[in-house]
């Protein structure tokens, strides 16, 4: 339970003066948190930070105003004009002001015209603020923020901050609203050690918000500045010990001490048509060494788009099974799972290894038989979605648990995932394929054991990147008719166009009848709002080479393997981040043949959307690509979208506080390490920080542990 003193932070920003249900629907819109439904709440206008100020010292003339942004001007009313009759209240009513330099439009939509004839009288002198926009030819400051007597500017504030906004919401309204937030901050006790403060200088949580919220110069808007400094400290602190605490946790627990002679491992590897790469044998040393050892193992493989993750897993499986246990491979899409279960079964059957799969899909009789001999032990390995941690599902032993592109699942998901796989009492390896920068690995996995392939498997060729503009997008198809009358296979990506998986869809049934008229039964089409089963039909026609050409939307993003394919098409890849980028090349450039990847673009390309492209065409380094895409992104930007499955930050922007979140980092493991459970008598004040950035699973699962 979240401790009472928080409470007014984490009620509805309705409860604050001046927010009614109009406010309240467009503050959902601007600062509630991204899951749907969410409400704003107190707490989240506080991490609404400003990203500039006006400084009305420096009062500018009409006609050095800048359409689209907000001006502070001296001027005279010269007219008012009421526009459309009351009822016709479509019509702005319209005020006319000017000054020496030039003229400007008041416009007021459903406007009280006494009162606007009372606060702006003809011939009056007055000083406003507000946006200025541009309508029909005229310069216009529709609705200004203020409107003060010209001989009193001091009822003006003298520096504004300036907040991000949304349609209908003005600075002034919100500014309100976030003066009313920070009267709700109650006294909190101090969470950060006495050296950092002194070290830093930082001021107390509370101080720091209020200044945050009151910059004077534009230093004070920057990541830099003390106020943001101690509060994004504060967030990593919270992130750091939240992942610490889970951590701490799962290793807590005994671990099996699965040891296995290799007997098992070694016919599968003998089966196997290659040698491993250096890396993947070095993986599976440590995994050996985890899982031998009396601790739990929690450890992730990061690996490129095929750097060889699965048979890593695979031949951890067959020690797991060989000590005796069962084990599990959870992938996060059916697509995903039933590819594993293609690959696994072909291998393990040379050790006569029991694969079956459980997603979604298997119902009926069929789950049952798989229900049952799964707690009889008959299975070995268990493929599945996250159908697999349901509380139905009982493993007579599971000894190992490897989870595939678990970033895939989200924050939340995960962390949920961990606990159960604690509960369980497997071992867990956790793999993926999104090569993620250090510092951005520190806060979404924390202190975790990390293996890393970053070694591809002998004789691939590299891939050639090409960018071509859309307008030649005929002479892509031309080429791409010309590759699979050679035999060759093609991916057509179709662009990322909405959130909405309908319109994705859309988009790629579109390009799919245009390739369909020219290639004819050779092209197939599959998107996110096919039903699994048509999905598999569609992949499996590729997979055996019925298809040539295969148009998706990005389901076919993460782990898909069809050796034959040697092309890839991104169309509008532009929209793509580069992580996304890198992963759907991946598909292609697995087998021995030359692999091209082409990126069609809309031009103009802004300049960062230039620079991604020509990261894609320099480098294949998947390590490379993250840093690079970490650096594009730039701080601020929503890093902790769905797509990169990273923990968003309200007020830390990354890498900006790399140190920060480094010192945090080094806090949180010093205070477990003598204090595992938060009991000393100071802690109450990180408990209250894990509650006020909302790492309340982190408390309470550090209540049942
Ligand atoms: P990932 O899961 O990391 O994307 P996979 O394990 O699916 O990669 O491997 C990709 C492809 O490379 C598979 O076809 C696999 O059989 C093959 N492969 C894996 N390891 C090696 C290796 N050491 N040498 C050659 N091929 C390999
Ligand atoms: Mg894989």
Redesign the pocket.
């Known amino acids: 339970m979240r401790p009472p003193r928080l409470a007014p932070l984490f009620a509805s920003a309705r409860a604050l003066k001046g927010v009614g249900p109009r406010i309240e629907g467009l503050l959902n819109r601007l600062v509630a948190p991204r899951h749907q439904g969410a409400h704003a709440r107190t707490v989240d206008l506080l991490w609404h930070l400003p990203v500039g100020l006006v400084d009305r010292a420096l009062i500018p003339r009409i006609a050095d105003a800048t359409v689209g942004e907000l001006a502070t001007l001296d001027v005279t009313v010269t007219e008012h004009r009421p526009g459309g009759s009351r009822r016709n209240s479509r019509a702005p009513y319209r005020v006319l002001v000017e000054d020496e330099s030039g003229a400007l439009e008041l416009t007021y939509f459903r406007a009280d015209h006494s009162f606007l004839k009372r606060l702006l009288p003809v011939n009056s002198k007055r000083i406003i603020s507000g946006r200025i926009e541009s309508y029909d030819g005229s310069l216009q400051m529709p609705h200004p923020d203020h409107v003060a007597a010209a001989d009193g500017p001091d009822t003006l504030p003298p520096i504004e901050p300036i907040y991000p906004l949304t349609a209908g919401l003005t600075n002034m309204t919100l500014r309100k609203a976030i003066t009313g937030a920070l009267t709700q901050i109650p006294d909190l006790p101090e969470w950060i050690d006495a050296d950092l403060l002194s070290k830093y200088d930082w001021p107390s949580f509370a101080e720091a918000t209020k200044a945050l919220h009151a910059p004077e110069t534009e230093a004070d808007l920057l990541p830099s500045s003390t106020a943001r400094a101690r509060l994004a400290y504060d967030e990593l602190l919270a992130n750091q010990l939240a992942l610490a605490i889970v951590r701490q946790r799962f290793k807590k627990r005994a671990g099996r001490g699965l040891k296995a002679s290799g007997k098992i491992r070694k016919t599968i590897q003998d089966a196997l048509p290659?040698?491993?790469?250096g890396a993947?044998a070095n993986a599976l040393a440590s995994i050996d060494d985890d899982l031998a050892s009396p601790h739990r193992m929690l450890r992730l493989l990061q690996?490129d788009?095929?750097?060889?993750?699965?048979?890593v897993a695979l031949l951890a499986m067959a020690s797991a099974i060989e000590a005796g246990t069962q084990t599990a491979l959870m992938a996060p899409t059916e697509l995903l799972a039933r590819q594993h279960l293609a690959?696994i079964s072909s291998f393990a059957e040379a050790a006569n290894l029991r694969v079956a799969l459980l997603t979604g899909r298997e119902r009926g009789r069929e789950r049952e038989a798989i229900l049952e001999a799964l707690k009889e032990g008959d299975i070995d390995t268990l493929i599945g979605t996250h159908a697999l941690f349901q509380e139905t599902i009982q493993f007579r032993d599971l000894g190992l648990a490897v989870i595939d592109e678990q970033h895939r699942f989200g924050v939340h998901q995960r962390l949920a995932l961990q606990a159960k796989a604690t509960g369980i009492g497997a071992e867990l390896l956790l793999m993926t394929?999104t090569p993620i920068p250090r510092t951005l690995l520190l806060t979404s996995y924390g202190d975790m054991d990390v293996s890393r392939l970053d070694e591809k498997?002998?004789g691939r060729k590299p891939i050639v990147t090409r960018t071509v503009p859309l307008q030649r997008l005929d002479e892509a198809v031309d080429g791409v008719g010309r590759a699979v009358a050679e035999g060759a296979q093609v991916y057509w990506v179709c662009p990322l166009v909405a959130e909405s998986e309908l319109i994705d869809a859309a988009a790629a049934e579109e390009r799919y009848a245009a390739l369909r008229a020219k290639f004819g039964e050779k092209v197939g089409l599959v998107h996110g709002q096919l039903s699994g089963k048509d999905k598999d039909a569609v992949m499996a026609r590729f997979a055996s080479g019925e298809l040539s050409i295969l148009v998706s939307t990005t389901v076919i993003e993460v782990?898909v393997?069809v050796?034959n394919a040697t092309i890839m098409i991104i169309e509008h890849a532009e929209r793509f981040g580069l992580a996304q980028l890198h992963q759907l090349r991946g598909r292609v450039g697995?087998g021995a043949a030359e692999s091209s990847c082409i990126l069609l673009y809309r031009s103009p390309l802004s300049d960062n959307a230039r620079e991604r492209l020509k990261v894609m065409r320099t480098t294949e380094d998947g390590f490379v690509i993250a840093e690079e895409d970490l650096r594009l992104r730039g701080g601020g930007e929503m890093l902790g979208t769905k797509q990169s499955g990273l923990p968003a930050f309200r007020i830390a922007v990354l890498p900006e506080h790399r140190d920060l979140l480094e010192a945090a980092r080094d806090a949180a493991r010093l205070r477990l390490s003598h204090d595992p459970t938060l009991k000393e008598k100071d802690a109450e004040a990180l408990r209250l920080l894990l509650y006020l950035f909302e790492r309340d699973d982190a408390v309470r699962l550090m209540r049942a542990g």
């Open positions: 290659f040698a491993l790469t993947q690996g788009v095929g750097s060889g993750k699965t048979v690959t394929a498997p002998p782990g393997d050796p697995r």
